[in-house]
C-alpha cells in the first residue's frame, strides 16, 4: 500500500517526503526510515496503512506533531479503539476497514437491503490472497456492522455447529489463497428467492485512491474521529 498510496498521490495534490517501515523497504524518490524517532522531515499529513502492533506509536507521532492522520490498518481490538478516540480529541483522523469508494457504496446498499429485507437471512462471505492474517478481515466486519442489530449473533464459519441456522444468526466465512485483491459478498437468502450483493477488488489501487481522497478532505477538518460517510 505504501508504493501504490506514493505512487498516485502526487494526483492528488501530495508530495510524499518520507516512509516509514520497519523493513526499510525504499519505494520512490524519498527517503525510508525503521521508526518514526529517525525521521525529521516536517509534514502535513500522515496515512497509516500498516500492522495494528505499530498503531500505538503512529498515533502517538500524528498527536505530537499536530498531523491529520488516514488509517487503513484493520485487524484492530478494542484498545486500539480506544487510542484512537482519544488521539482523535487532538488531530482530526479518518479511519477506514477498507478505502475502496465501490465497498463504501456496497456497505450503504447491504444498509438499504437489510432494511428492506428483515426476514431474510445474511450470510457475508470474504476472499483475499494467502498472505492476509485477519479473518474475518476488517471489510467483513464493516459489511456485519453495517446489516447488524441489537439481536444479532455473528457466526464465524459453521463447522462446529451441529444444529440447524438460529434466528438473528449472520454468518461471517472466510476464504484465503493465491493473490487475490479482495472480494466480498453479502448474501440476503429469503424463501424462493436470494439476493447477492458483491464488491471485487481488482487493484490494490483502489484503496489507495480513496485513502488519497479523504486525505484531500481531512486536511480542513477540526479535531475529530471521521469516516468515509463523512467524507465530501
Given at each position: ?97 477498507n478505502f475502496s469508494l465501490g465497498v463504501h457504496a456496497l456497505k450503504k446498499l447491504c444498509q438499504a437491503a437489510a432494511a428492506l429485507l428483515p426476514d431474510f437471512d445474511i450470510e457475508i462471505i470474504e476472499r483475499h490472497h494467502a498472505q492476509k492474517a485477519d479473518a474475518p478481515g476488517g471489510t467483513a466486519m464493516l459489511l456485519y456492522h453495517a446489516v447488524a442489530t441489537p439481536q444479532t449473533q455473528p ?78
Amino acid at each position: 500500500m505504501g508504493k501504490e498510496i506514493s505512487a498516485l498521490c502526487r494526483q492528488y495534490g501530495f508530495l510524499p517526503i518520507a516512509g516509514i517501515d520497519v523493513n526499510k523497504e525504499e519505494q520512490g524518490d524519498f527517503p525510508h526510515y525503521s521508526s518514526y524517532a529517525l525521521c525529521h522531515e516536517k509534514a502535513d499529513l500522515l496515512i497509516d496503512f500498516s500492522h495494528a502492533a505499530h498503531l500505538p506509536q503512529t498515533l502517538r507521532y500524528a498527536a505530537d506533531h499536530h498531523l491529520p492522520l488516514v488509517i487503513g490498518t484493520t485487524g484492530l481490538e478494542r484498545a486500539h479503539e480506544h487510542m484512537i478516540d482519544e488521539a482523535a480529541q487532538h488531530i482530526p483522523l479518518l479511519q477506514s476497514a477498507n478505502f475502496s469508494l465501490g465497498v463504501h457504496a456496497l456497505k450503504k446498499l447491504c444498509q438499504a437491503a437489510a432494511a428492506l429485507l428483515p426476514d431474510f437471512d445474511i450470510e457475508i462471505i470474504e476472499r483475499h490472497h494467502a498472505q492476509k492474517a485477519d479473518a474475518p478481515g476488517g471489510t467483513a466486519m464493516l459489511l456485519y456492522h453495517a446489516v447488524a442489530t441489537p439481536q444479532t449473533q455473528p457466526v464465524y464459519g459453521r463447522h462446529a455447529a451441529l444444529q440447524k441456522r438460529q434466528a438473528h444468526e449472520i454468518g461471517l466465512h472466510a476464504l484465503r489463497g493465491g493473490t487475490l485483491c479482495g472480494s466480498h459478498e453479502a448474501g440476503f437468502y429469503g424463501h424462493g428467492e436470494h439476493l447477492l450483493l458483491t464488491h471485487v477488488a481488482e487493484s490494490r489501487s483502489i484503496f489507495a485512491r480513496g485513502a488519497l481522497h479523504g486525505a484531500r478532505w481531512l486536511l480542513s477538518q477540526k479535531p475529530g474521529r471521521y469516516t468515509l460517510d463523512d467524507v465530501k
